[in-house]
């Protein structure tokens, strides 16, 4: 009886495992796609003040 109860406890572990690690790469995404727009922002400010400082 003891053994039968184990199995779905880890079952339940294993899924909040997973939501936890697809909310973690989610937020790693919004993270890295920010810092692709200020990288984007800065190259693009880059562009126009070496246009207007020739």
Do not use: C, E, H
Not at 33 to 44: D, H, N, T
Request: proline fraction near 2%.
């Amino acid at each position: 009886m003891y053994g039968i109860n184990l199995i779905p406890n880890n079952i339940i572990l294993n899924l909040a495992f997973a939501t936890m690690t697809k909310s973690k790469l989610r937020y790693q995404d919004r993270i890295a796609s920010q810092v692709l727009a200020a990288f984007r922002y800065a190259m693009l400010s880059k562009l126009i003040f070496a246009q207007y400082s020739i």
